[in-house]
């Protein structure tokens, strides 16, 4: 039966693990944080100091590392190779929220520098009508050499 287009397909046998990115990438940040916090420094030394205490100075029957401590290397290479790679994996959600957050506010400040200049075409138009309005001082002069050309004798050549 070949695939319909209009219907969802059947889950068949995968050969993959299924996962969600998106929730693996928050625990993966949550993780980063906690790697990148005195509190986990702190842990660590306490797990370390109580695992090399044990080890050398225990009882000899319940020993389960002795020195060099192989076993306990194996585990902090362990843990040392899953937090690198979740530590870029993090840094590469950081830098990618970074450049979205860069883009939106580039596009806010191209918006911004449209609307300052829109903003400066207009007062200097307002400015440039305001020179050609008439004023009132303009007008009351105009209007006091009327009256005085109104108040003048005539010289008439009237017969």
Same mark, same amino acid.
Do not use: C, K
């Given at each position: 039966?070949?695939?319909?287009?209009?219907?969802?397909?059947q889950p068949g046998l995968r050969l993959r693990p299924h996962?969600?990115?998106? *929730?693996f990438g928050r625990l993966s940040e949550q993780i980063a944080?906690?790697?990148?916090?005195?509190?986990?420094?702190? $842990?660590?030394?306490?797990?370390?100091?109580?695992?090399?205490?044990?080890? *050398?100075?225990?009882?000899?029957?319940?020993r389960f590392d002795p020195y060099p401590f192989i076993f306990?290397?194996?585990?902090?290479?362990?843990?040392?190779?899953?937090?690198?790679?979740?530590?870029?994996? *993090?840094?590469?959600?950081?830098?990618?929220?970074?450049?979205?957050?860069?883009?939106?506010?580039?596009?806010?400040?191209?918006?911004?520098?449209?609307?300052? %200049? $829109?903003?400066?075409?207009?007062?200097?138009?307002?400015?440039?009508?305001?020179?050609?309005?008439?004023?009132?001082?303009?007008?009351?002069? %105009?209007?006091?050499?009327?009256?005085?050309?109104?108040? %003048?004798?005539?010289?008439?050549? %009237?017969?």
């Amino acid at each position: 039966m070949a695939d319909r287009l209009d219907q969802p397909r059947q889950p068949g046998l995968r050969l993959r693990p299924h996962y969600d990115p998106e *929730a693996f990438g928050r625990l993966s940040e949550q993780i980063a944080r906690f790697l990148g916090t005195a509190r986990f420094l702190v $842990y660590m030394t306490v797990f370390v100091t109580v695992w090399g205490l044990w080890n *050398a100075f225990g009882p000899p029957s319940l020993r389960f590392d002795p020195y060099p401590f192989i076993f306990l290397t194996l585990i902090l290479s362990l843990q040392a190779s899953y937090a690198a790679p979740l530590i870029l994996l *993090a840094q590469n959600r950081q830098a990618d929220r970074d450049r979205v957050q860069n883009e939106h506010d580039r596009r806010a400040a191209e918006r911004n520098q449209a609307d300052l %200049e $829109y903003l400066a075409r207009e007062v200097a138009a307002l400015r440039m009508a305001v020179g050609e309005v008439a004023t009132r001082d303009y007008i009351r002069s %105009e209007l006091q050499r009327l009256q005085e050309d109104l108040q %003048e004798p005539r010289t008439s050549t %009237e017969a």
